[in-house]
């Protein structure tokens, strides 16, 4: 019986996660309808920073934050370079250049570099499916950036679609070097996200990227700091740790770009194209295939 409960919690916090990380890109476009993405991302970093340490405070773990040795602050220093100042610096400027729907799938080319980067840094032997499966995602990426239209084999937003790969791969070096941090997944974040808005402070006073946001770019920096960087990653790792089998809990997450196109275009009135629909379906498709007949997957 107690195990019954704790999987249903696991579902119900899968849900949330899920629920919340399907709106992010109509948050993001919506928000830098109000500002840039330097203002943004130093907003909802800021934000994002209060709600993990709000986290801790209700987990009764604020002892645990002086714990760190010089070492893990030299890792969290680095780990928040890469995100979420590099990161989302990155991503947010191929938003604002891409329409919504092809940003969020190209996002998911994160795994595919995941299992790339993997290779040298882990020295993982790769297998046929690795390679077939990579094969199978960048296919669907090179469907989205030329937008089905390959008379011409012309890009049609090449500075955006570069930038949504630059995003993937920083956020795989990201969770590579993540991994091997054995600390306390919310004390871990919040050093790392402290150095994060501390860089993109730095950022924002050099590029005179800094000022009092309107009322819905405020708003935007509370939803997006919350659900997207902060309390939301809190909810998948709490549905990982109660759920009976974590591979069942962690394909939920190929839910989240379906229901976002939904989202995008309910709210944003994107229209979605064809060839955005296939190629997130070979991306995804790559992406299964690749883990299947795996001893260890890599969650979201």
């Known amino acids: 019986m107690q195990g019954e409960r704790q999987n249903h919690s696991a579902y119900f916090f899968a849900g949330l996660a899920i629920l919340f990380w399907s709106t992010i890109s109509t948050a993001f476009k919506l928000s830098l309808m109000y500002q840039t993405p330097t203002q943004l991302l130093l907003g909802a970093s800021f934000f994002s920073t209060l709600a993990i340490l709000a986290v801790i405070l209700v987990q009764k773990k604020a002892g645990q934050l002086l714990n760190g040795s010089r070492r893990d602050l030299l890792r969290s220093a680095l780990l928040g370079f890469l995100n979420p100042f590099l990161y989302y610096t990155v991503l947010l400027e191929a938003y604002d250049r891409l329409p919504a729907q092809e940003a969020q799938a190209l996002n998911y080319i994160w795994a595919v570099m995941l299992a790339l980067l993997a290779i040298p840094i882990l020295h993982q032997k790769p297998r046929f499916r690795d390679i077939s499966g990579v094969l199978v995602s960048f296919l669907g990426a090179v469907v989205i950036a030329f937008r089905g239209d390959f008379s011409q084999m012309k890009f049609q937003e090449p500075v ?20 091997r941090d054995k600390r306390d997944e919310v004390i871990k974040l919040f050093w790392i996200f402290i150095f994060g808005f501390m860089y993109v402070l730095i950022y924002s006073l050099a590029m005179g990227a800094f000022e009092l946001p309107s009322l819905p770019a405020l708003a935007g920096n509370v939803y ?77």
């Open 224 to 300: 997006v700091g919350f659900f997207e960087m902060g309390i939301t990653f809190i909810f998948w790792l709490l549905a990982l740790k109660k759920a009976a089998s974590t591979a069942r809990v962690t394909n939920l997450i190929f839910l989240t770009p379906f229901i976002s196109l939904l989202i995008i275009n309910r709210v944003l009135g994107e229209a979605i194209a064809p060839s955005t629909l296939v190629g997130l379906v070979l991306i995804i498709s790559g992406i299964l295939w690749q883990q299947t007949g795996k001893r260890e997957s890599v969650p979201q």
């Open 160 to 179: 955006g679609v570069s930038l949504a790969l630059i995003s993937t791969l920083i956020w795989a070096l990201f969770w590579l070097y993540n991994v």
